[in-house]
């Protein structure tokens, strides 16, 4: 397994400005993921954070509003731009190494746009 | 596409009492993994258990088993002595080579344990 540190914890944003999420890992890792989760609602992946190379992402998200960048095996991070309320939500990042079997996440980020 | 169903929103058990959270997943791939995980307030996801689809005896972790029915494609968690730290947020997932990669929760169960 490995550790994520995920910063910041928390953060109240205003409106139009754009937030940066790291996440750390102990160890490499060969997978690197960011998901979003509303409040009482189940995980939604965002994209799978590549090393040195363009994020993959899923259907509803857009680079232009979400960049992400994974310099190494061990560093990812997750922008949130121009941000909207509509942003508000808990942002989580996730890794692996290798084939899926155990994953594990950073404490998460809850983001707070007013 | 794969889905996962969690269909209990809430779910309460007395402490010290035994509860099964269920799960129920679609998928035409016949290798895969399934998993529990657990989110207490603090948002931290933990790995409570898994399962490999080819392997037909049940994973049990001390006081957390499941029930792995794999033609039914159901997998549900069952938490024995249940604790007030038991308390949580647990989503089932599922993942296979074909499938991205990625992790594919279900909506959450939410459980309460009562003193």
């Known amino acids: 397994s490995a550790v994520i540190s995920q910063k910041p914890s928390r953060d109240i944003c205003q409106r139009g400005t754009s937030l940066t999420i790291q996440c750390q890992v102990d160890?490499?890792?060969?997978?690197m993921f960011w998901y979003r989760q509303q409040p009482g609602q189940s995980l939604t992946l965002i994209a799978t954070a590549n090393q040195g190379s363009e994020a993959t992402y899923e259907s509803g998200f857009v680079i232009d509003k979400f960049p992400i960048s994974r310099p190494n095996l061990t560093f990812s991070t997750l922008t949130v731009s121009n941000m909207s309320p509509e942003d508000s939500s808990i942002y989580l990042c996730s890794g692996c190494k290798g084939a899926h079997t155990e994953a594990f996440f950073g404490q998460g980020t809850r983001l707070t746009v007013v | 596409a794969q889905t996962v169903t969690q269909s209990q929103p809430e779910m309460s058990v007395q402490e010290a009492e035994t509860v099964t959270l269920s799960c129920t997943y679609d998928t035409s791939e016949s290798d895969y993994y399934l998993f529990w995980y657990k989110q207490p307030p603090s948002r931290q996801m933990i790995l409570v258990i898994r399962q490999e689809a080819y392997k037909q005896q049940n994973a049990t972790e001390n006081r957390f088993s499941v029930n792995f029915q794999k033609a039914a494609k159901s997998f549900s968690l069952k938490i024995s002595d249940s604790q007030l730290g038991d308390a949580a947020m647990y989503f089932c997932?599922?993942?296979?080579?074909?499938?991205?990669?990625?992790?594919?929760f279900g909506g959450g169960t939410r459980l309460m344990v009562k003193p």
């Open positions: 997932a599922y993942w296979s080579y074909n499938a991205g990669n990625m992790l594919t």
């Open positions: 160890s490499q890792v060969t997978m």
